[in-house]
């Protein structure tokens, strides 16, 4: 049936930190992310550097980790930007607007460098954005979190681009308590096919993972009106798994890159995500009538709940 749902460190953790330690390019975050109170960290692997940050002061709960859109990529239509950073980091503004104890922020390879790594070669943030080696280094840092935080289990949130690296990094593990995303890139094809660019045929594409990750619980936040990710893009990946528990969002008053900050603390709380950390994965879904408004969301927010009966 169709439906849709401070840091404390021990001497234990001075390897862990020594392995984190800042590479000799990184790491350029914003002051506000230390005035936040997070611990900035840099990640190497494989010839990525990945900048990180992280405050974590509740062992007993999973880690939330956010993990960015694509940045700069592009200078224009047909030039890529020498440097990916983003201009406005949007999944940074998400971490410093949630007050969970546990939070991260992955950045992607490349950005926030003070220098040129060796490994930052354009085609990362381009045609290779979600290829298997940059999927792979981020997997790496999510252990490297999660071993210095000492969190039990992992919640991925992911902005635009970043969801389809939360996407592929869900299906490769075991530890993900649920899957978040917002205007998020789940099909890079269906994506490519709209902005009538070139497919990416050395990236992984999310929506060929949506069958391994149907008994994940997800949410997905979607702009009514998003030019860049269109909202139809989530009903179609939840439709593609197809999702024992998941719910898409719709946000009106949003866009692509902007109105998400403010309304972040009021969508987790509305969604019910917020809480999740307290049931076991495969918690049960509440039912919701398709299209119709929907109790505890505010006015211009409306929400879908695919849910399907196990067999």
């Known amino acids: 049936m169709a439906g849709m749902r401070t840091l404390v460190l021990t001497a234990a953790l001075l390897t862990a930190l020594a392995g984190c330690a800042v590479a000799p390019h990184a790491t350029g975050l914003p002051q506000a992310v230390r005035a936040a109170g997070m611990q900035v960290l840099a990640h190497r ?8 940050a992280l405050r974590a002061s509740a062992p007993d709960l999973p880690l939330r980790v956010y993990v960015e859109g ?9 030039t890529p930007s020498p440097d990916p950073t983003p201009v406005k980091a949007v999944a940074l503004q998400l971490a410093l607007a949630d007050d969970y104890p546990n939070v991260a922020y992955l950045a992607r390879p490349c950005q926030y460098l003070r220098e040129r790594s060796p490994g930052c070669e354009v085609g990362y943030w381009t045609a290779r954005r979600f290829s298997p080696e940059v ?9 490297r ?28 593990r075991s530890d993900i308590r649920w899957l978040a995303t917002v205007a998020g890139n789940l099909d890079t094809e269906a994506v490519n096919r709209f902005h009538r660019v070139d497919p990416m045929p050395a990236s992984v594409n999310p929506a060929s993972l949506a069958p391994r990750l149907s008994s994940l619980p997800q949410v997905h936040f979607s702009a009514v009106g998003d030019r860049i990710i269109p909202a139809a893009t989530a009903r179609a990946f939840i439709e593609a798994g197809p999702m024992q528990c998941a719910t898409q969002v719709e946000v009106r008053g949003a866009t692509h890159g902007e109105g998400w900050t ?12 917020a809480h999740w ?13 398709i ?3 929907t109790e505890g969301l505010s006015s211009g927010i409306r929400a879908h709940d695919f849910r399907r009966d196990l067999p």
């Open 262 to 273: 403010e309304r972040w603390p009021g969508l987790l709380a509305a969604s019910g995500i």
């Open 145 to 172: 979190l999660l071993q210095v935080s000492q969190a039990h289990g992992l919640q991925l949130v992911g902005y635009s681009g970043g969801a389809a690296i939360a996407v592929a990094l869900a299906a490769r």
């Open 70 to 78: 694509d940045g700069r990529a592009w200078l224009d239509r047909y």
């Open 135 to 143: 999927i792979a280094a981020m997997e790496d840092a999510l252990d």
């Open 45 to 52: 692997h494989e010839g990525f550097e990945l900048a990180m």
């Open 291 to 293: 299209g119709a408004p």
């Open 277 to 289: 950390e307290k049931f076991p994965i495969d918690f049960p879904c509440k039912t919701l009538t």
